[in-house]
Nanobody
Framework: QVQLVESGGGLVQAGGSLRLSCAASGLTFSRYVMGWFRQAPGKEREFVAA????????YYGDSVKGRFTISRDNTKNTMYLQMNSLKPEDTAVYYC?????????????????WGQGTQVTVSS
């Protein structure tokens, strides 16, 4: 079965950096668009970034453009999220997901499999 496992979260000071990983198994990884979302307490799941099957095309939410970089390594079945210039408002649980289609990537309902999430906390 499809499994997505996030790692790399933690506590960091504002202005710092973290790199999240999403290891995938049970699927032909290179055939799927993949994405990152985040969810803060009391808020809806928010689109962070998505990457096309080949990694050539990337998409970002407005709040992270210029600070976060999404990438993937299809030889390792792994997707990454490099997060720089972190802000306290980036604090959330970060989830990776497999997109069920290549459209409407900003919507959580487009994604049919999710990981368990990794906590990112940015202190001021």
């Amino acid at each position: 079965q499809v499994q997505l496992v996030e790692s790399g979260g933690g506590l960091v000071q504002a202005g710092g950096s973290l790199r999240l990983s999403c290891a995938a198994s049970g699927l032909t990884f290179s055939r799927y668009v993949m994405g990152w979302f985040r969810q803060a307490p009391g808020k809806e799941r928010e689109f962070v970034a998505a990457v096309s099957e080949s990694g050539r095309n990337t998409y970002y939410g407005d709040s992270v453009k210029g600070r976060f970089t999404i990438s993937r390594d299809n030889t390792k079945n792994t997707m990454y999220l490099q997060m720089n210039s972190l802000k306290p408002e980036d604090t959330a649980v970060y989830y990776c997901g497999r997109a069920g289609s290549s459209s409407y990537l900003h919507y959580a309902r487009t994604y049919d499999y999710w990981g368990q999430g990794t906590q990112v906390t940015v202190s001021s």
